[in-house]
């Protein structure tokens, strides 16, 4: 068997919690690959909303087995609280959530040198959630890290050593903190984890590969995002691609199989940094009204704009999507004319690349199609789609070249729309 993976294409929040939530009863198995709880996983159904940061969004359809694999970084504060609140709403996870001993620990020492980094950087921050996402995977790198199997061994020796280093380093900062409170709570949550199973997920996940189960690898964030190909160095500090299926679960590059890129019909960003499509105007305004575009997590207004094609054209190929799956396309039923941005002027000359930078002098050459002027949030089948979104469709397709496989016209679980697939 191979490993199927769903990511996203943009900057994050294009509705990957509700589709993996979708796709789950295909699947045994649903593993996360990489981040922490910057991500914000939001799923709808039965007139209930779920806000997922860490925990995998499989965790809602039967008894499937739901991973957090070794590319993830874990705050035990944080997921206390999450999983807590899950089983108090009637979700049993103990049994069903597995998590991966390769696995880093956010430590409340992270938390604020995420804090004193970006009061450090000043106008050039990066706008992070603030969860020592960046501070984390530092320390994983430099090989400081502490990770969710050291809870069984020599935790206290090996907690103290990176906490006294952090000190430092804030000292040096001149960064004035208060730990007492956060480590208290953190400690309930180290304690709290003991619980669950702690497992060698990249034997569990080959060993289900091998007795034929399927699994469903879950991304966080988004391609533009991603530590090496995003709009660095305002990105996360994961490789939210493809690639980090295979690293963050210990998967061979030959066992993937379907690659499902997930998109938004338009386009949002939280935080600082590059958008070249961004709309200051009553459009801009109308995505956000439209679209409830403010973070899941943070609740921070997210920034809109029309859909880039040149971005998409990238993460396509970084990622080598197989199937899209386009998102929010609700949004967009009541505009008059739909704008896709096709190539970027640079220096006075087109190209339909993604170039090496985008901070500046990038603007994007937009192709204009017609509205639908319908409303989709009820509808069924792909045979009541009007001819104008038929049109958006195969345009979009015949950009990106890759066929989209599900459109979404609602947050609800049910306003899922599959289409007719020939194979
Ligand atoms: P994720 O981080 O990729 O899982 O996405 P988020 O949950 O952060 O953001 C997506 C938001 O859009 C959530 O509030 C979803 O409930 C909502 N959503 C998902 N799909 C649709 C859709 O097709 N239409 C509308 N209107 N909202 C959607
Ligand atoms: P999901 O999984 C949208 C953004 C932050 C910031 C940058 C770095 O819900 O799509 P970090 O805290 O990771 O160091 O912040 O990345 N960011 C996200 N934006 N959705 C997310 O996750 C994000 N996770 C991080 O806003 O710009
Ligand atoms: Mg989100």
Redesign the pocket.
């Known amino acids: 068997m191979k490993v199927d993976v769903l990511l ?1 294409l943009q900057w ?9 939530d979708v796709l789950t009863p295909k699947y045994d198995v649903v593993a996360r690959f990489q981040g922490g709880p910057n ?6 159904f039965e007139g209930q ?1 779920y ?2 940061r860490s925990i995998p ?1 499989g965790i809602f359809q039967g008894d499937k087995v739901n991973i957090i694999g070794n590319g993830v970084v874990l705050d035990p504060a944080l997921f206390k609280a999450e999983a807590e609140a899950l089983e108090a709403s009637g979700h049993p996870l103990k049994e069903r959530l597995h998590i991966s001993k390769k696995a880093h620990l956010i430590l409340p020492t992270h938390r604020i040198l995420d804090a004193a980094y970006e009061a450090a950087k000043g106008d050039a921050k990066v706008g992070t959630t603030g969860k020592g996402i960046g501070p984390t995977y530092t320390d994983k790198v430099s090989r400081n890290g502490v990770r969710v199997g050291d809870i069984l061994h020599n935790f206290e020796q090996k907690y103290g050593a990176a906490k006294a280093r952090h000190e430092q380093i804030l000292k040096s900062l001149n960064y004035e903190y208060d730990l007492t409170e956060l480590e208290k709570v953190w400690m309930e949550g180290i304690e709290y984890l003991k619980q669950f199973h702690f497992v060698d997920s990249e034997h569990e996940v080959n060993n289900y590969l091998k007795d034929g189960k399927s699994v469903l690898c879950e991304g ?3 391609t533009m995002l991603d530590i090496d190909f995003g709009s660095y160095p305002f990105v996360t500090s994961s490789n939210t691609v493809c690639a980090g299926a295979c690293t963050g679960l210990g998967v061979a590059p030959n066992r993937i199989g379907e690659v499902f890129g ?1 998109f ?1 019909a338009y386009c949002t960003r939280v935080g600082a940094g590059p958008f070249p499509t961004e709309l200051f105007d009553e459009t801009g305004d109308k995505m956000c009204t ?4 403010f ?3 943070t609740g921070r207004k997210r920034r809109c704009g029309w859909i880039d094609l040149v971005a998409l054209k990238y993460s396509v190929m970084i990622n080598g999507v197989t199937k899209l799956i386009m ?5 967009l039923d009541t505009f008059d004319t739909i704008k896709a941005c096709v190539a970027y002027k640079v220096d006075g000359e087109e190209i339909d690349y993604f170039p090496y930078d985008i901070t500046e002098g990038v603007e994007p050459v937009y192709a204009e199609l017609p509205g639908w002027k319908t409303d989709m ?1 009820k509808m069924q089948s792909e045979d009541e789609f009007p001819e104008e979104f038929n049109a958006y469709l195969t345009f979009l397709e015949e950009q990106l070249g890759v066929e989209i496989k599900i ?6 679980r049910a ?2 729309i599959e289409r007719y697939t020939e194979e």
């Open positions: 996203g994050g929040d294009e509705g990957k919690g509700k589709v993996v991500a914000g996983h939001t799923l709808e909303k806000v997922l969004s966080a964030q988004g997930i938004k439209l679209g409830h575009e973070g899941s997590v998102m929010k396309s609700d949004v949030t459109v979404s016209v609602g947050p609800d306003q899922t």
